[in-house]
């Protein structure tokens, strides 16, 4: 027993010497780690399979219960013969790791091995890997092989399948006097030997269980990085300017030797490797790109011939070209290009794939807020646009009985009614227009109203001149005076009563505009409802403090403010306050509004 445990020691090193050099082939590491389908399954299944046959090979022979053989490889056992080996080892590591098919497989191949080299314990031995392999598959399925408590589970479970097997001699072997005397001699340093190969065994799977975790690891947030640096670029949709800055991020973080994005005609950028001739602008020439535009699917080139380019003399022999989709459409590629094919490696590709699936919904996003802002401007300027007729009309009604009374006034308010529709189409094409203009507006109203209605109401104005060049939104203050006019003082019977006052006054970064009447009021029940929806009622429905309140939410967010404040038989005040910088609106149409 004792001059039999360094034999087996020996034996269980040449084993872990393969799988030390199995551990360092890209093909191994991708099978442990990627086991899917049958075809991984296969191939495990074959592998530890080849460790049991190698284990029946490089066997102890023991013959006549006690006698060692010095032979180091075992073609043949005798009939009084049987072998001490670690084949079981190979059946646990495999079943672990591939599950019931994979356990089954290898404990077949070893155990029919182990079972053709002859000896009164063939059969048993046989019989012992085969259910080692199917206990162990099932086993395998309920480990996390990856987790450190399962080292030490299939270091147990190795021992357990050990000793098992010792049971099977015992039961199946014949004559039992042997099988007995052979277990003496082999059961304890089998049991220990394949323990303690199982625990080695399992170090060397879960080193690259974990390096390829952290090489994932390392991947996902060099793909975020990536991400997050060509987010602003992207978000500019695909033009030679965002190109060209996200190709350089691209470049500095990928083992690419160039870098390529192009739209569904020209190339957009071309950084790295083959800029003298990979020109940005022009036409797409390779076959390869029109074919991953055409079908959405990601395409490869593992040589200068497939690349198709220009110069023979070009440095670019591989390359992996991704579609940019927006809308499940294909709008452009990404291509990655390498010096060697060898550096289009599987992390290469797994990143590349990655980045492509980031860098389309990047896209995506520009989309959607490209139509968002144009869906929001077009919502924004058909509720300026809106015009009562029945103002018109009365405005043209007073107008054409001043020409008769008072040719002079007549004159005066068609010049007031031209001010006002000017100021509705300015207003119709602007997101923004300084406040003056906004006040021109209500002015050129009250004065038609005015002439309809001469000393019925007067209006005050405390307008802190400074802020008269910031910008608001057209028609804020002339609705409010209008409701004030319909709906605060219905019966004009007391002249002189009726009073609006208008300001606007600096508070912080914040300009403050105020509507305020002494009309009568608001009653409880409709207050909490007006400028949040529209309502019903014998008075209005609110259509006017709704549309402000929502062109306010939808230009300036929770930076806007639209309040409604009132009291039964004393009056309503409308306070609105407004970012007096507000870039998002200002800068892009102060311009505009200048122009016109």
Known sequence: MVGLLPLMLERVGILLIVAILLSRLKSFRNIVYHEHGYKEKTRLILIFGAFGVISN????????????????????????????????????????????????????????????????????????????????????????????????????????????????????????EAALALVEVIALPMIAVNGFGTLLFMLIIQSILREESRTRALQTQQAFSIADETLPFFRQGLNPESCREAAEVILKWTNADAISITDRHRVMAHIGEGADHHIPLQSISTLLTRQVLESGKTGEAASRGQIQCSRPDCVLQAAIVLPLKVKEETVGTLKLYFKRPSKLDRAERQLAEGLGKLFSTQLELAEAEK?????????????????????????????????????????????????FFRSNLQGARQIVIPLYKELEHVKAYLAIEKARFPDKYTLDMDIDPALEPIGVPPFTLQPLVENALKYAFPARSHAGRAQIVLRAYREGDRLVLVAEDNGRGIPAELLAALGSRTVESLEGTGTALYNIRKRIDEIYGAKGEFRIESRPGTGTTVTIRLPIHHSQWEDSHAESFNRG
Not at 101 to 126: K, P, Y
Not at 386 to 412: G, M, W, Y
Request: proline share 3%.
């Open 371 to 419: 139509q968002r802002k144009l869906l929001k401007d077009a919502e924004i300027k058909a509720l300026q646009a809106q015009v009562h007729p029945h103002f018109l009309f009365n405005a043209f009604n007073t107008i054409s009985s001043l020409c008769r009374t008072d040719p002079e006034k007549a004159r005066t308010l068609l010049i007031q009614l031209s001010v």
């Open 57 to 176: 090979y490089t066997g102890v022979e023991i013959r006549g219960g006690s006698w060692i053989s010095p032979q180091a490889w075992q073609t043949w056992i005798g009939t009084d013969g049987a072998i001490a080996n670690t084949r079981i080892m190979g059946v646990v590591i495999g079943g672990l790791l591939g599950g019931p098919l994979v356990g089954t497989g290898v404990g077949i191949i070893a155990g029919f091995h182990r079972f053709t080299l002859g000896g009164f314990t063939a059969l048993s031995c046989g019989l012992s890997s085969v259910l080692a392999g199917i206990v162990t598959g099932y086993i395998g399925k309920r480990i996390r092989i990856w987790e450190k408590r399962a080292l030490w589970q299939a270091v147990a479970i190795g021992i357990f399948m050990e000793c098992a097997q010792m049971g099977i001699i015992l039961l199946a072997a014949r004559p039992f």
